[in-house]
Structures are given as structure tokens and as C-alpha cells.
């Protein structure tokens, strides 16, 4: 196939939930060889927080989706690009020389792949044909955190798709436990796979952003039967505004606008994380906390194990509000909602004053 070299090279970022996109795209973003680079992060539910944890910089083009783009693919991820495209064009966004798609850990990466690639998805208006002309996927990226992948393998189709279709594999966590087997293991699952350790030395995020075309084959044995199912006998996407491929993984945002107690949340999120019933996969927040409202707490969470929670300097532009999202399989929405509610009920009314006034300057 032939490529033009005036076209973007676009790079999908995927990885289940808690694999450690978001920290491999601002290790990537670090580096000032990259600074020319537009973003489109989506994320699983309403309520964004991972674009927040990005360091966008002040000149650097950054689309934010909500909802998976799996699942509405044929719209989002195409209408997101051509806003890109468009903003380049005239001038209100600045240049950018590669396009990366970091995807909500729930993304099935066939129905994104085959909106993408020459003879996939077809075209269904003016900003689609725009698109095709002016980007090209040149690679997939997955991210494997070593200590929850067997899990999500064991349970999220997903997680086997994520690798099989990719070009490299970026293993996390591997400073606290051995990689193992792991790149075996996963090279047995894709053959053409690259596996890098995010924790060695000789790591350089460089070689994943190599600019060239995409392609399938030699990967996973299933991949090109996966892209066939994508699409019918027409070119039609089969999963266009499938927003019940996921099953029954559920996310449920939680928002209010006072500080919170640090020691109730701290309860709050031991009892959500040691919950055998609940089927956790991610709890990922920003929130303002009573000892210092200003510097907000970062959480996060992965499965059963809570992380400790750090503080940003500063509320990123134009964000100030508390947000967490809980993701799982078997969340009691009501409830969750209720205990989250109480944990709001703080009498301090002083800080909730003292914070009300910090938004408003």
C-alpha cells in the first residue's frame, strides 16, 4: 500500500483498566522530541478525570471523549480527528506531527482499528473521507500491568484483544513484581508483538512512536476474523452506538463541590476496594480534600488494591470539582451513591464556605 508522507500518523494507546496508560503517556509527553503532539483521550463513563492527570501543556491540542469509542466508534473517534484537522487548519490549534489515542481500558481495539484502516469502516460523510485522507494508523500500543493482567484476561475479552492486535506491549509494575513470563507469554499471543519493561533502563518510549503504516498481519490468529466482524457485507460498522458490548460493567461517576473529609474517604475507599461482591475494576478520582482544598488528591485504585493517594500542586484550568468514578461488574448504583452522599455530609461548614469561595476565584 501506498503511503502519503503528508498524512499524520495516528498511535492507539489501549490497555485494560489500571494498566498505566495515562502515566506511559506522560513519560512520552516529557520528552520535548514529542511536543508536537495532539491527544484524544476517551474515557468509560460520563464524568472525564484521566485528562486532567495529563500533562497537556499549554500549546498542546488535546480532545477529550466520554463514553467508549468502541462502542460509538463510526462517530467520536473520526469526529474527534477531524476537529483536530480542522482546528490545524485554520489556525486555532497549533501544528501537531502525530496523533495518540489513549482509549478507556474497556476498548475493544478491532472496531477502532477498522475505522481507521484503508477497506475498513466505510466513510459516511464529508469529515470521514477528510480523515481518511489526512491520517494513518501507524501503530497500537498496549499496556500490561503484570500484577492484574491474569485477572482481566481470565474474565475481559478485551484484554486478549488489546495485545493480539498490537505492535508493542509496555509491561508496568514490574518494580514491584518479576515480569516473569509474561513476554513469552504474550508473544504467544501475537507473534509480531515488541515487549518492553517500562521499569529497564534501556526503556525508550521512542520506539513506540516509529512513524509508518499499520498492519494485522502476522498477529494474533483471530485478529483478521475480529476486523471481518466488524464490519458487514456493505462496509457498515456492526457495532455502531453498541453502547452493551462491555456486558454488565458498569460506571458510576460520583460529583460534589465541597471538601471532603480525608479520613471518611479514606473508609469510603477501603470498603469499596475489600468488597468481595462488588466486581471492582477501577476507581479513579479527583478530589479536594478539607486539610488543603487547593491541591487536589489524586486517587486511584485497581481491583482490590488501593493505591496511596498524592496530591497535584493545583487544580488543573477550569476543573474544579470533586470527581470519582467507579467501575465494575456488580456495583450497587444506589447504594454506592448513598454511602458516597454521606461521606459528603461534613459539618464543617467553615471549609465548605472556604471552599466554595476558592471556586469562585
Not at 466505510?122 to 500500543?141: E, K, Q
Not at 508496568?172 to 507469554?185: I, L, Q, S
Not at 516509529?210 to 457485507?233: C, H, I, M
Request: aromatic content about 6%; some cysteine.
Amino acid at each position: 500500500m501506498i503511503v502519503s508522507r503528508d498524512q499524520i500518523p495516528v498511535f492507539l494507546l489501549t490497555g485494560f483498566l489500571g494498566a498505566g496508560k495515562t502515566t506511559l503517556l506522560n513519560r512520552i509527553l516529557k520528552d520535548p522530541v514529542f511536543h508536537d503532539t495532539a491527544i484524544i483521550i476517551n474515557e468509560f463513563g460520563l464524568v472525564p478525570v484521566d485528562h486532567d492527570l495529563v500533562r497537556e501543556g499549554r500549546e498542546r491540542p488535546v480532545v477529550t471523549t466520554t463514553g467508549c469509542i468502541c462502542c460509538t466508534v463510526g462517530s467520536d473517534l473520526r469526529s474527534s480527528l477531524e476537529e483536530l484537522l480542522v482546528g490545524r487548519q485554520n489556525g486555532q490549534l497549533p501544528p501537531f506531527s502525530r496523533v495518540i489515542v489513549e482509549t478507556t481500558g474497556l476498548a475493544d481495539p478491532a472496531p477502532i482499528i477498522n475505522s481507521l484502516i484503508p477497506g475498513g469502516t466505510r466513510a459516511m460523510s464529508l469529515g470521514d473521507h477528510m480523515v481518511a485522507r489526512a491520517f494513518r494508523l501507524s501503530g497500537v500500543i498496549t499496556v500490561v500491568n503484570v500484577e492484574s493482567i491474569s485477572a482481566a484476561l481470565d474474565a475481559h475479552p478485551e484484554s486478549l484483544r488489546q495485545i493480539a492486535f498490537s505492535d508493542h506491549a509496555v509491561l508496568t509494575r514490574t518494580g514491584e513484581m518479576p515480569a516473569g513470563d509474561w513476554p513469552e507469554r504474550l508473544r504467544a499471543m501475537n507473534g509480531n508483538l515488541t515487549v518492553h519493561d517500562e521499569s529497564a533502563m534501556d526503556f525508550d518510549p521512542a520506539a513506540l512512536l516509529v512513524p509508518g503504516s499499520y498492519s494485522a498481519f502476522g498477529k494474533g490468529e483471530n485478529v483478521d476474523r475480529w476486523l471481518a466482524d466488524e464490519t458487514d457485507q456493505h462496509g457498515h460498522g456492526r457495532h455502531f452506538h453498541n453502547l452493551n458490548r462491555h456486558g454488565k460493567v458498569l460506571a458510576v461517576p460520583l460529583t460534589s463541590d465541597s471538601p471532603l473529609p480525608a479520613d471518611r474517604l479514606h473508609q469510603f475507599l477501603i470498603s469499596l476496594t475489600t468488597s468481595s461482591e462488588n466486581g471492582l475494576l477501577r476507581i479513579k478520582g479527583l478530589l479536594a480534600l478539607q486539610d488543603h482544598p487547593g491541591s487536589p488528591a489524586v486517587v486511584h485504585a485497581v481491583q482490590h488494591r488501593l493505591y496511596p493517594i498524592y496530591r497535584l500542586e493545583k487544580w488543573p484550568a477550569g476543573s474544579i470539582e470533586n470527581r470519582l468514578v467507579v467501575i465494575g461488574t456488580n456495583l450497587d448504583e444506589s447504594e454506592l451513591r448513598r454511602q458516597y452522599a454521606q461521606l459528603c455530609d461534613t459539618p464543617k461548614a467553615s471549609l465548605v464556605t472556604g471552599f466554595q469561595a476558592f471556586l469562585r476565584n
